[in-house]
């Protein structure tokens, strides 16, 4: 099932409330000094802004590695987004799956906290460029 215009810009708006609301939430728990946790919720933030910016532009992605890709495609090697915000959101990608899932590791404050600027910074070029397009 395909979204009409009005459907698209409204999903849209709600993934980048949610990007700004989970980037939030990221600072919170970075604040609290929970690595792992505030990891995962930089991660989501740029996802979810991601997401947003491929919707707006009629792509779909139905997995995370759908959404790199994707992403990857349209944006990085049209050199629209720059290869360093792409290698930042791998970088949150491959911290969020750490701090999730391997057993081994930790995540500490020096893995975490130099990463909060950049992906505020990525999350408002995303952002900028999604409200460009459902406003043209």
Not at 6 to 19: D, H, Y
Not at 25 to 45: M, P, V
Not at 81 to 106: A, C, H, I, P, W
């Amino acid at each position: 099932m395909s979204l009409n215009y009005e459907e698209r810009n409204a999903v849209v708006q709600l993934r980048l409330e949610k990007s700004l609301q989970t980037l939030h939430e990221a600072k919170g728990t970075a604040g609290l000094q929970y690595w792992a946790s505030a990891a995962n919720r930089l991660y989501y933030a740029a996802y979810y802004s991601v997401s947003a910016l491929l919707i707006a532009n009629g792509d779909a992605a139905q997995t995370h590695s759908g959404v790199k890709g994707v992403f990857g495609l349209k944006f990085i090697k049209t050199g629209i987004v720059s290869l360093e915000m792409n290698d930042l959101y791998q970088k949150l990608f491959s911290l969020r799956m750490t701090g999730d899932y391997d057993d081994t590791y930790n995540l500490r404050e020096d893995d975490v906290l130099p990463l909060i600027e950049p992906t505020e910074m990525l999350i408002n070029t995303i952002n900028t460029l999604t409200e460009q397009k459902i406003n043209s």
